[in-house]
């Protein structure tokens, strides 16, 4: 059964730094990784998506990598702003388009 | 640009009631979801839908649920007696493909609170 942790589970950090968030997965095969932005009380917006044969992804500040042998995918964001603040979710994909999420990291970047 | 709706946003009910939930995916995708999340837990997988059949299930989805792509548009999700524990925001989520090969697009979120 697959099993999603991120790690911080929390961060808080000045306006302007360079940040990391880590996911790590138990089952290996998974056939893509999605990376997920959740603002309070609202619905989840797809930031990124890693197919598995891809090492990388960008999306302006955003890059996401993936090393899916050893079930492990980070979300780098660069220049953070105070817009940044929210929770970030991965979601690997099962062969059948099941997501299956972590708990997510909240960030807030502070002015 | 096109996205995925969802009707009610809040939805209040009494325990042993039925409740839908309403969605419409974006119009040219094939693959549709519902998610829940309970508050202050994962966002949780209950079925997949594809081509007028449930794909997949998870076993939090039991017979008390039911989904339905009722017309051209509509994708629904009912509840047939609603318990304490369905209180969650629900999400639906569409596909233009497969959900292992492409982005599924996820909608607002229906709160739901069984009193």
């Known amino acids: 059964k697959q099993e999603v942790t991120q790690i911080p589970a929390a961060l808080s950090v000045p306006e302007g730094e360079n940040l990391v968030l880590n996911c790590s997965f138990t089952d290996s095969a998974i056939y893509n990784l999605q990376w997920f932005r959740q603002d309070p009380g609202k619905g989840l917006t797809s930031l990124l998506l890693i197919q598995s044969s891809q090492r990388e992804q960008t999306s302006g500040r955003l890059n996401a990598s993936l090393d899916k042998s050893s079930g492990r995918s980070t979300l780098y964001i660069a220049a953070s702003q105070p817009g940044d603040s929210a929770t970030y979710l991965c979601a690997p994909s099962s062969n059948t388009g099941k997501l299956i999420f972590g708990q997510g990291t909240t960030l807030q970047v502070k002015p | 640009e096109p996205e995925v709706t969802q009707t009610p946003s809040h939805q209040v009910t009494q325990m042993g009631q039925e409740v839908i939930l309403r969605c419409v995916p974006i119009s040219n995708h094939l693959y549709f979801y519902w998610y829940r999340q309970i508050l202050g837990q994962k966002v949780e997988f209950l079925v997949s839908?594809?081509?007028?059949?449930?794909?997949?299930k998870s076993e939090i989805f039991d017979d008390q649920f039911s989904v339905e792509r009722p017309d051209g548009s509509n994708f629904t999700l009912k509840i047939r007696s609603t318990k304490l524990e369905d209180s969650a925001m629900y999400f639906c989520?569409?596909?233009?493909?497969?959900?292992?090969?492409?982005?599924?697009?996820f909608g607002p979120g229906t709160r739901l609170l069984v009193l």
């Open positions: 989520a569409s596909s233009p493909g497969q959900g292992n090969r492409e982005t599924q697009y």
């Open positions: 839908f594809y081509n007028n059949e449930i794909s997949e």
